[in-house]
């Protein structure tokens, strides 16, 4: 399935700071008339990290999920604002295992023409948030129901 225009939002979050955390992304094909469809979700539970780790799975999950639809241009649109201002050059990635990530997120980058990264407040992004809460909430539930 070819959709050239993707806007993807993506989450990704923690329960503590390292704690359980879980990654969002909601992925939507834009029709010539502007409309967005929802082609595509990732919601993962990533174990337990942090929630600029989580961030950045999210963001090479979605992408990685993206490339199945072969588009021209994606817009990316997330609430951290960290994550975008790393990527867009304007923050150096101090943390080595986030700048592992990093490297992740570029290489990833060089499979898409033509790319850009939009910062968006919290109720902006809520079919991500809903995502990484769900991936959480059942890995949660899974993990009682054993005990």
């Not at 503590?16 to 992304?25: C, F, K, L, R």
């Not at 991500?128 to 899974?142: E, G, P, R, S, Y």
Request: charged share 30%; hydrophobic share 35%; glycine share 6%.
């Amino acid at each position: 399935m070819n959709h050239h225009h993707l806007r993807i939002y993506t989450d990704g979050g923690s329960r503590g700071n390292p704690g359980p955390a879980g990654i969002g992304g909601a992925i939507y094909a834009i029709h010539e008339d502007g409309t967005e469809e929802l082609v595509a979700e990732v919601s993962e539970y990533i174990g337990e990290t942090t929630n600029n780790q989580a961030e950045y799975r999210a963001i090479i999950a979605s992408l990685t999920k993206a490339l199945e639809f072969h588009p021209e241009k994606i817009d990316m649109r997330m609430d951290s604002e960290l994550a975008v201002k790393q990527i867009r050059g304007e923050y150096k990635v101090k943390n080595q295992d986030l700048a592992m990530r990093f490297l992740e997120v570029k290489n990833l980058c060089t499979k898409f023409k033509n790319m850009t990264w939009t910062h968006v407040r919290r109720e902006r992004n809520t079919a991500a948030d809903a995502l990484v809460n769900l991936a959480i909430d059942q890995a949660m539930n899974k993990r009682h129901k054993e005990t």
